[in-house]
């Protein structure tokens, strides 16, 4: 797909341009046509004017209100020649003349030729002119040909197929489902008679619904690509100006476009932007720029199919729960289709095509990568992969290997790798005992993936060290037993440090966060509490894609209530803490053996580590 070129108009800057050289030509004969061809009386100070007129010198005298001018007797001076002074106001100065016998007169005010007054007329339009052209040039660079002009203008670049390679179904990996719904919006832009002729109605509107870097804009692109119509993009923010009236100005010209060029695309990212809930603010009515855009929005998608002009509006989001109501009724956006994160089969596909760019070696197995990226989106995969190639390139190697991608998923998941931090060695020993109690903590209790590493190297910006866990499969669905698991897994550091010094440390906060925060959820949204029943204490819509942290809030509940929620939540925290204790007093040697052996070579992984920790005794009940 190519951008489109906007047509020009010069005849408007022509005719600007000739303006302004006119004016800047007459504003020259102005200033200094004058001075060039007019040669003036010789200026003298006016004291040495009142002393050639007491010594009787002076014979003639006009005076003027900026200016002097006389001439001196024949034989004090050239026959002809005149003499010129500033005035200063002096009341004796008549007489002085009179007593002297110096003819003298007022100078008349000096009168406005056809030229000056011509000028006086011509020069302040033309000048005015040449400033609006100039600004009208500046607001060209950034915004079109007509500059400040088309501040109500749309913005939308406007693709059409053209000799660059273009982005189609192909090139989109991960989202079968989501693509099988397009192809069929891919269809009724390439034969719509088809559908129309046994009274189908073409959708007006898809939303493409999703977490961030799922590939959404991809997928509009190549629904673009795929039908070979013109794709007018732009982002939900580039309709919002400070002036009242831009936004709802600009969706009718972008609509007034498309339909032009019909059939065609509109594409609008980020429609949370001006499609938020009008009541989102707690009352109605409100009448602020925003909700005016969206007003404008609403009447198009209505208006614009009432003739044979076929446009489909394809928009993103991830935040569908804050868009209002009446853009999601049938007749609007009729479709939503879910660009979810990709599965582990999807993941392998995305790696394929991101890695057809670069050179891998033989020992690259992608899907062992895709196993070790749970989570990872679209976008994420393609940094990854972009990521191992600057690495292999750093290490000066002609291919990329399968150790570069691993570094790539540490370097993504837990940060920088930090060897400049150096620990004393006994906050050395405090991570290792720390890490090695999470990794034996996790080999027993439920809900956790399988341990792949231990480090106590430090990386990103507070990790002293880390234990790497890998799901060994995609799972959706969680319950009580896996949850209480992976709390006492995230105690196995502190209580490691708890068995062998006796002490904590700050190590641990971000575990017990982490740790309280599952607690709760458990509690006040998962109705895993045989106190309090299945009853959800979490209030209002969370964030579908964005996550929902531990900052939300909770519903109003009585103060019985709240106390009962409290101490829920310490029970399962407390529960899975000393469960972690007991597994590491159980396994006391081998904690004392895989530390110690960690210190020596500050990483265990793969096959060494999985022997060590197959030793790990479960509890026993004595």
């Known amino acids: 797909m190519a951008i489109k070129e906007q047509p020009k108009s010069p005849q408007f800057r022509i005719i600007a341009n000739i303006l302004l050289a006119v004016s800047g030509l007459f504003l020259i004969l102005n200033l200094f046509l004058p001075g060039l061809f007019a040669s003036g009386p010789a200026g003298v100070p006016y004291s040495l004017f009142i002393h050639q007129v007491q010594e009787g010198e002076v014979s003639r005298v006009s005076v003027g209100q900026n200016q002097i001018t006389y001439q001196l007797k024949t034989e004090n001076a050239e026959p002809g020649q005149v003499f010129a002074t500033t005035p200063i106001f002096d009341l004796e100065l008549p007489k002085l003349l009179e007593q002297k016998g110096v003819e003298f007169a007022a100078?008349?005010?000096?009168?406005?030729?056809?030229?000056?007054?011509?000028?006086?007329?011509?020069?302040?339009?033309?000048?005015?002119?040449?400033?609006?052209?100039?600004?009208?040039?500046?607001?060209?660079?950034?915004?079109?040909?007509?500059?400040?002009?088309?501040?109500?203008?749309?913005?939308?670049?406007?693709?059409?197929?053209?000799?660059?390679?273009?982005?189609?179904?192909?090139?989109?990996?991960?989202?079968?489902?989501?693509?099988?719904?397009?192809?069929?919006?891919?269809?009724?832009?390439?034969?719509?008679?088809?559908?129309?002729?046994?009274?189908?109605?073409?959708?007006?509107?898809?939303?493409?619904?999703?977490?961030?870097?799922?590939?959404?804009?991809?997928?509009?692109?190549?629904?673009?690509?795929?039908?070979?119509?013109?794709?007018?993009?732009?982002?939900?923010?580039?309709?919002?100006?400070?002036?009242?009236?831009?936004?709802?100005?600009?969706?009718?010209?972008?609509?007034?476009?498309?339909?032009?060029?019909?059939?065609?695309?509109?594409?609008?990212?980020?429609?949370?932007?001006?499609?938020?809930?009008?009541?989102?603010?707690?009352?109605?009515?409100?009448?602020?720029?925003?909700?005016?855009?969206?007003?404008?929005?609403?009447?198009?998608?209505?208006?614009?199919?009432?003739?044979?002009?076929?446009?489909?509006?394809?928009?993103?989001?991830?935040?569908?729960?804050?868009?209002?109501?009446?853009?999601?009724?049938?007749?609007?956006?009729?479709?939503?289709?879910?660009?979810?994160?990709?599965?582990?089969?999807?993941?392998?596909?995305?790696?394929?095509i991101h890695a057809q760019k670069v050179k891998l070696g033989d020992d690259v197995n992608l899907k062992a990568i895709a196993t070790r990226t749970p989570g990872f989106a679209g976008a994420d995969l393609a940094n990854l992969v972009n990521e191992a190639a600057l690495l292999a390139a750093r290490n000066l190697r002609q291919s990329v290997a399968q150790e570069d991608f691993a570094e790539a998923i540490e370097r993504v998941v837990a940060g920088l790798e930090k060897k400049s931090r150096v620990m004393n060695e006994t906050e050395k020993k405090i991570v290792a005992y720390h890490e090695v109690g999470h990794a034996m903590v996790g080999v027993l209790t439920t809900g956790n993936g399988r341990v792949e590493k231990i480090s106590i190297i430090p990386r990103g910006m507070a990790a002293l060290g880390y234990t790497l866990q890998l799901p060994t499969e995609d799972r959706f669905l969680l319950n009580e037993a896996e949850l209480r698991g992976q709390i006492a897994t995230l105690l196995g550091g502190r209580s490691a440090e708890e068995i062998v010094f006796n002490s904590i440390t700050t190590g641990a906060s971000n575990d017990l966060q982490r740790a309280t925060d599952l607690a709760e959820r458990m509690v006040t949204a998962y109705g895993m509490s045989k106190v309090l029943g299945p009853l959800a204490y979490q209030q209002g819509q969370q964030a579908m894609f964005l996550g929902n942290g531990a900052t939300n809030p909770r519903r109003a509940v009585s103060e019985e209530t709240s106390k009962a929620i409290d101490s829920e939540v310490k029970e399962i925290v407390e529960t899975a803490h000393e469960q972690a204790l007991e597994i590491l007093r159980q396994n006391r040697d081998l904690l004392e053996a895989i530390a110690t052996q960690l210190l020596e070579t500050e990483v265990i992984e793969g096959e060494k580590l999985h022997n060590l920790l197959s030793q790990v005794k479960p509890i026993t009940n004595s």
């Open 107 to 352: 100078t008349p005010p000096p009168k406005n030729t056809w030229f000056t007054t011509l000028l006086s007329w011509v020069i302040p339009p033309l000048i005015f002119i040449g400033i609006w052209q100039f600004f009208l040039a500046r607001g060209a660079g950034g915004g079109g040909p007509q500059g400040v002009l088309s501040i109500g203008k749309s913005k939308a670049k406007v693709y059409v197929e053209g000799e660059s390679a273009k982005i189609t179904f192909a090139d989109v990996a991960g989202v079968e489902e989501a693509k099988t719904e397009l192809v069929e919006i891919v269809d009724f832009l390439k034969t719509p008679g088809r559908f129309t002729q046994i009274g189908a109605r073409i959708p007006k509107g898809v939303l493409l619904v999703g977490p961030p870097g799922t590939g959404k804009t991809l997928l509009a692109k190549a629904v673009a690509g795929e039908a070979g119509v013109p794709f007018f993009s732009i982002s939900g923010s580039e309709f919002v100006e400070l002036f009242v009236g831009v936004g709802s100005s600009r969706v009718r010209d972008l609509f007034e476009q498309a339909k032009k060029q019909a059939p065609c695309i509109i594409f609008i990212d980020e429609l949370d932007a001006i499609g938020k809930s009008r009541s989102s603010n707690g009352f109605y009515g409100g009448n602020d720029e925003r909700e005016q855009t969206l007003n404008q929005l609403l009447t198009e998608m209505d208006g614009f199919a009432a003739g044979d002009a076929t446009v489909i509006v394809l928009a993103a989001t991830n935040r569908p729960e804050i868009l209002d109501p009446a853009l999601l009724r049938p007749g609007r956006f009729d479709r939503q289709v879910l660009v979810d994160r990709p599965d582990l089969s999807d993941r392998e596909a995305i790696l394929k």
